[in-house]
């Protein structure tokens, strides 16, 4: 009879058989930062429940060399509908070209991976994997590298000036069993402006990286409602790094899901920079399985320069939220403003939100705080609600949003807060009592 696995000896084997399933694509710009990503996978492994930063997330959906299966196909309702946009069409991790529009229209230069990485000189060589790789520590993001190393198609988008419309990236999953692996990769050159739009079931699984680089004075917005398959495995990753006078603002609506960790790695470069990364998360266990992991992580290395962390998670019915967030401020970053604050409105007794708020601090001119906190709905105000003849399940809608307003108020554009606003009202229509 063959000894038991150590630990080490099966997070090794995890990770082989992992990296055996991968198709690899050879060739192209992006075939040394895949060298190096696959190199760095093989040695940091797949991460356990041992591993600080997945304790409370178990990783073994995201391990397995292939999805579960069997996930049910769901066509999301549309949201952004009559907002004037670019809308670009991927399903099951791969671009559909008759289900998108002409990427001329939005007036930016825009490439899908899959056709640009056949040359061996592109200006996305210089980005491809080299933010991933640099947020690879001190934390180790081993999905990350693993994304790097296999993604065999995403978007390269380039922005020498303001986008004359915002892009909608739509995922569509069109299979049970598809595992969807995109790496999109963007560059706003000094002052340019873009507005990018996520939305939809990327496939039953599905391992998402975004590199963003923002040139001096350059304005980048994020709106990303997540889709609302109820069987969804999904890990996502935001690696960005803000320029002097630069500006990142970045909003997640993630409802429903059984599996979703979404990670971003914010590095604030240059003096005066400003990055707001902001969420709300919807998990009813009456559902299905809902855990809800945010793991974030802000540096601050420019002088003068602001962060923002407001997260908001509303859970019922046995839902797990969590919250890892932290705000790292190098030495010589003086007068750095960072405020980070996680909050879950729990439903009932049985669901469960764990947060880890964090500050590290090596300058001595800056104001930072923290703060995280877990209750239910205020009686009294819902009580006054009541009194006042609005119905009970009326009423706690309206506390909820009330709830999650601050995360919303992140969104610059009222048009696009409107409807993440709609989307809340609709999952909340569908859950009264």
């Known amino acids: 009879m063959a000894a038991?696995?150590?630990?080490?000896?099966?997070?090794?084997?995890?990770?082989?058989?992992?990296?055996?399933?991968?198709?690899?694509?050879?060739g192209g710009f992006t075939a040394p930062a895949r060298t190096d990503a696959l190199a760095r996978l093989t040695a940091m492994g797949l991460p356990t429940r041992r591993d600080e930063y997945w304790r409370w997330t178990d990783p073994a959906a995201f391990n397995a060399p292939e999805p579960a299966g069997g996930a049910a196909l769901r066509v999301d309702k549309p949201i952004f509908e009559g907002r004037d946009k670019v809308r670009l069409v991927f399903v099951d991790g791969v671009f559909d070209a008759a289900a998108s529009d002409n990427p001329a229209l939005a007036g930016v230069e825009i490439e899908r991976l899959a056709v640009a990485d056949r040359a061996d000189i592109h200006w996305a060589k210089a980005l491809y994997g080299v933010l991933e790789a640099e947020?690879?520590?001190?934390?180790?993001?081993?999905?990350?590298?693993?994304?790097?190393?296999?993604?065999?198609?995403g978007l390269l988008i380039r922005v020498t000036g303001r986008a004359a419309k915002p892009l909608h990236i739509s995922y569509r999953q069109g299979s049970e069993r598809s595992d969807a692996v995109l790496h999109h990769v963007v560059r706003l050159e000094p002052g340019a402006e873009l507005t990018v739009l996520e939305t939809g079931t990327a496939g039953a699984r599905s391992n998402l990286?975004?590199?963003?680089?923002?040139?001096?004075?350059?304005?980048?917005?994020?709106?990303?409602?997540?889709?609302?398959?109820l069987d969804r495995a999904m890990i996502t990753h935001l690696f960005a790094?803000?320029?002097?006078?630069?500006?990142?603002?970045?909003?997640?609506?993630?409802?429903?899901?059984?599996l979703t960790r979404n990670e971003a790695v914010i590095r604030i470069v240059g003096d005066g920079a400003v990055a707001h990364v902001a969420g709300a998360a919807l998990g009813d266990g009456a559902d299905g399985p809902f855990l809800h992991d945010d793991t974030i992580f802000v540096t601050h290395a420019?002088?003068?320069?602001?962060?923002?962390?407001?997260?908001?998670?509303?859970?019922?019915?046995?839902?797990?939220?969590i919250f890892q967030g932290k705000i790292l401020v190098r030495p010589g970053a003086q007068k750095t403003d960072g405020y980070q604050i996680s909050q879950s409105l729990l439903l009932d007794d049985d669901s469960q939100f764990?947060?880890?708020?964090?500050?590290?601090?090596?300058?001595?001119?800056?104001?930072?705080?923290?703060?995280?906190?877990?209750?239910?709905i205020d009686e009294t105000a819902l009580f006054y609600l009541r009194s006042r003849g609005v119905p009970r399940a009326e009423a706690t809608a309206l506390l909820v949003l009330s709830f999650v307003a601050d995360a919303i108020a992140e969104i610059e554009d009222a048009d696009l807060a409107s409807d993440i606003v709609a989307r809340i009202e609709d999952w909340l229509a569908l859950r009264q009592g």
Do not use: W
């Not at 995890?14 to 694509?25: D, M, N, Q, S």
């Not at 001190?138 to 296999?150: K, S």
């Not at 880890?356 to 239910?376: F, M, Q, R, W």
């Open 4 to 26: 038991p696995l150590r630990k080490d000896d099966a997070r090794e084997a995890a990770t082989e058989a992992r990296i055996a399933a991968l198709g690899r694509p050879g």
């Open 135 to 153: 947020g690879q520590a001190p934390v180790a993001r081993p999905f990350a590298a693993l994304n790097t190393a296999a993604a065999t198609d």
């Open 209 to 229: 990286v975004m590199e963003v680089d923002l040139g001096e004075g350059a304005r980048f917005h994020h709106l990303r409602p997540q889709g609302r398959a």
């Open 241 to 258: 790094r803000v320029a002097e006078g630069a500006l990142l603002k970045s909003f997640t609506l993630t409802a429903n899901g059984k």
């Open 302 to 321: 420019g002088v003068g320069c602001e962060s923002r962390q407001v997260f908001k998670k509303v859970l019922k019915h046995g839902a797990r939220g």
């Open 354 to 376: 764990l947060a880890k708020p964090e500050l590290e601090i090596y300058a001595d001119d800056v104001k930072c705080s923290h703060g995280s906190t877990t209750g239910a």
